[in-house]
């Protein structure tokens, strides 16, 4: 295979969401080429071997387990190490102790990554705020840093509006926006179902009565990891299936629309964050944010997750 033709990805760190994402990536068959590093290099070692004994039913892809040297050259480089949310912690509580893992990782990132060349796309909790401090501590180009953000919210949302009106996932549409987390909030005012407004649908359907669930599904899926956690200690399968979404994306620059978490400069009076809001991606990483016309409540919404973010942010003085 010629050099240029080998599309390489390096997922930092081994646990349940990274192997799982390594897993799915594997199927989806958009790398030639996936390193996995972990702490833990024997763990990393097993999830490599496990992989590839399964080589012979899906296409071909190097899959091993290697140090920060062998990210070299990478297109792409997924960050799914720290510490894992535990039952009752929110993603925030989180924060102290994996922005301090991050600065090793970002540190041993860059010395072998050309920003110029290579992504960022960040998952580990809490994302936005891990996001903004990838690109504060790697130097590269806010387009080349990103999150997973909402990507997986705006699913959970999309699902159980589905399941609660009785149709077809994919016929719904709609985004979470604002911080992956407590502070999130639904954009009812562009959520549709067969093209028609949630409210004009709403109107035609008989599921419920004036409206009364609409609050109920946004709090589910508020509130769907932490009820996932205390049935099964982690989630892993859909965040890793967002994540092969977004790389996707990605490596066949579909310019398509995902609700990743961006570093906004001014776009929806927003600035000096990393927020999820509709945005253009594709193999440049981040091609645009797009300023969709939201209400007034929703602005003052995605305003206030913003600044609970920030404040958050100044804390931790990257």
């Known amino acids: 295979m010629n050099q240029k033709d080998i599309h390489k990805a390096t997922i930092v760190g081994a646990g349940f969401v990274g192997s799982t994402t390594a897993y799915t ?3 989806g068959g958009l790398f030639s ?3 996995l590093i972990d702490i833990n290099e024997t763990k990393a070692r097993g999830e490599a071997m496990d992989l590839n004994h399964g080589m012979p039913f899906a296409k071909p892809v190097k899959i091993y387990q290697g140090s920060y040297a062998d990210s070299k050259g990478s297109d792409l480089i997924i960050i799914t190490a720290g510490a894992n949310q535990k039952e009752g912690e929110t993603r925030i509580d989180l924060v102290h102790r994996n922005v301090s893992v991050f600065k090793s990782i970002i540190e041993q990132v860059i010395q072998y990554n050309r920003p110029e060349d290579a992504l960022i796309l960040v998952v580990t909790n ?8 990838a690109w504060k501590l790697s130097g590269f180009p806010a387009s080349h840093v990103l999150g997973s953000g909402t990507v997986l919210d705006t ?3 999309r699902y159980l509006l589905g399941e609660h009106v009785g149709v077809d996932t994919r016929n719904v549409h709609g985004y979470i926006l604002g911080e992956h987390g407590d502070t999130e909030l639904p954009a009812w005012s562009h959520t549709s179902i067969a093209g028609m407004s949630v409210e004009t649908y709403c109107n035609t359907c008989r599921s419920c009565s004036d409206h009364q669930s609409m609050d109920d599904i946004f709090q589910k899926v508020k509130n769907s990891a932490y009820e996932i ?6 989630t892993y399968f859909a965040v890793a299936l967002a994540v ?3 790389s996707e994306a990605i490596m066949r620059d579909e310019h398509s629309i995902l609700t990743v978490s961006s570093i906004l400069s001014g776009q929806y009076g927003v600035g000096d964050v ?9 193999r440049d990483g981040i091609k645009e944010v797009i300023e969709i016309p939201i209400t007034q409540e929703e602005m003052r919404l995605l305003h206030q997750s913003a600044e609970t973010l920030k404040s958050i942010i100044k804390e931790l003085r990257l």
């Not at 956690?229 to 982690?234: D, H, L, N, P, V």
């Not at 990393?274 to 594709?282: E, K, L, R, Y």
């Open 25 to 27: 990536l594997m199927l």
């Open 33 to 35: 080429e996936l390193v």
């Open 126 to 133: 809490p994302v936005d705020i891990l996001t903004y401090a």
């Open 155 to 157: 699913a959970r949302f």
């Open 229 to 234: 956690i205390r049935a099964k200690g982690a």
């Open 244 to 246: 092969q979404r977004i």
């Open 274 to 282: 990393a927020v999820s809001v509709p945005t253009i991606v594709g």
